[in-house]
């Protein structure tokens, strides 16, 4: 019996030792436009992808990230370039031009990772999120590994349903769809103030709209059960505009 254990905990230490010692991010660009990927890397983790380039539709990048590595992921859409080669977006917009040296301006599609390190040989966490609002499809597939593994994302383009009092018009189209705090900036949709814990920060009108679009994306603050999603030993597939 306490051979096999210490067999089960080397093949544990194996199996997860590999996980954290290369994952590899693959972003993908379904959509039928240019997304200009932004990236951002938590307590001082290696900068990925240079905190952000551009992507074509059809294109795809990939690049390593280190153990214990934590972050997220967007996509800035409608950019242009001045003369001085600074770059603006009408959505997910970040300082420092093309290469992000902080996160995307609201309504923003976010992917949001904490991978596991050597030490902990513990599982990745992931999870698509609408907190911040919407601007893009993003899905993240898990490539290989194992435990839950699941899928997450919002396949459906929350922009073409979006509230009118949420809505992020240019040119007459719908760019983008705020979140509710951004909206109203009310605690109960923050989950601020007396609504600053699970049990008095609950869906409302806008997050359930949210939630019922894309069933595994956070839709508020609290929406941890349904929202935040497991894997050892895999690399991740990240897609925007991705399909069912």
């Not at 290696?46 to 990048?61: K, R, V």
């Not at 001085?84 to 917009?93: F, P, R």
Request: aromatic residues 12%; negative net charge; glycine residues 12%.
């Amino acid at each position: 019996m306490l051979q096999h254990l210490f067999f089960l905990q080397l093949l544990a230490f194996f199996l997860l030792g590999n996980n954290v010692a290369s994952t590899t991010f693959t972003l993908q660009n379904s959509c039928s436009y240019t997304v200009w990927p932004g990236t951002l890397s938590a307590n001082g983790a290696a900068i990925l992808g240079e905190g952000g380039f551009t992507l074509a539709p059809g294109a795809s990048i990939n690049f390593p990230a280190p153990p214990g590595w934590s972050g997220r992921f967007w996509g800035r859409t409608g950019c242009t370039s001045t003369s001085e080669g600074a770059l603006t977006c009408l959505t997910g917009d970040c300082p420092g031009g093309l290469k992000c040296t902080g996160g995307g301006t609201p309504p923003v599609t976010l992917v949001e990772f904490t991978l596991s390190s050597p030490e902990k040989m513990d599982k990745d966490f992931y999870d698509v999120s609408l907190v911040d609002g919407y601007n893009v499809g993003m899905g993240v597939k898990p490539v290989a590994g194992f435990g839950d593994c699941q899928y997450a994302g919002c396949v459906t383009d929350l922009n073409v349903n979006c509230p009118p009092e949420l809505s992020v018009v240019n040119g007459g189209v719908v760019v983008a769809c705020k979140s509710a705090c951004e909206a109203f900036n009310a605690p109960e949709f923050c989950c601020t103030g007396d609504h600053a814990t699970p049990e008095t920060c609950t869906t409302t009108q806008y997050s359930t709209m949210f939630k019922s679009a894309c069933p595994t994306a956070y839709s508020y603050a609290y929406d941890d059960l349904s929202s935040t999603c497991t894997c050892s030993g895999t690399d991740y597939l990240i897609t925007f505009c991705p399909t069912v």
